[in-house]
């Protein structure tokens, strides 16, 4: 069964923009910490093709603890000032604290980016409550921050499938709508770049569940791993993971690189035959 995203906007797949409320963020390092640069990010992306805004406000990786408080007021400001000015842009807040999805969501959020997978139980349940979309995550058991070590699956792709859509239909017991769910591999988040390119090569059996899919590729370190490059180098691998994921079906990426994505959706739907070139005048003329 098949579960058409309320997220979807046209042909292409959904684009997810990034705006970090941190001052520590491992790609942009605080570009849009300041509440002007986020809220003036926000106006390009959208500009740029972006559907979903993705608002977060603790760094990923390991860091300065940012208590719950602190995290709501980095996102919940953003998400209302977002929400006032483009009233009609799905507002995604990344986090994976019930407390700070509440209040994001009262601000205008209308999805919440689990990226540690029901670390927080009461996070689904708020999902739930206020009828919001919830991303279904797979971390392998990862604590929130923390980096994997020596980890080990029998079959990654078999494992996230399993997690991914169990939490997927646990939302909907929950109260979450079916078409506001997406599942997501989690690249690098419990993972080698092993698994990571594992995930992208048989993308097509996660597509194959139903739900639709959320890749979160930009600019991480298995692709950095992948091809040698450093964090602000990966563009170019990311554009093509992204290619290749598309292809597959994939139904959203979360991007650093919104124009760039756009151009690589666009190119590979005219491929398949999924929608026209934007401007043909060649031999036409």
Known sequence: ??????????????IMAIINRTPDSFYDKGATFEDTKALERVATVIEQGAGIIDIGGVKAGPGEFVSAAEEIDRVVPTIAAVHARFPDVA??????????????????????????????????????????????????????RTRPHRVHFDDVVADVIRETTLLAEKA???????????????HDFGKNTFHGLELLRRIDE????????????????????TVNRPVDQRVPGTLAATAWAAARGCAAFRVHEVADTFDVLQMTAAIKGDTAPLNTMRGLV
């Open 172 to 186: 909907v017991r929950a109260g979450v709508p079916e078409d506001r769910i997406f599942i997501d591999p989690t």
């Open 206 to 225: 996660i597509v194959a569940t139903g739900w639709p899919v959320l890749m979160a590729l930009s600019n991480k370190d298995f692709i950095g791993e």
């Open 1 to 14: 069964m098949s579960f058409p995203s309320a997220y979807a906007t046209g042909d292409l797949p959904v």
């Open 91 to 144: 507002i995604s807040v990344d986090t994976w604290r019930a407390d700070v999805a509440d209040e994001a969501i009262r601000a205008g959020a209308t999805l919440v980016n689990d990226t540690w997978a029901g670390h927080d139980p009461e996070l689904l349940e708020v999902a739930g409550h206020h009828r919001v979309g919830y991303v279904c995550s797979h971390t392998g058991g990862v604590v929130p």
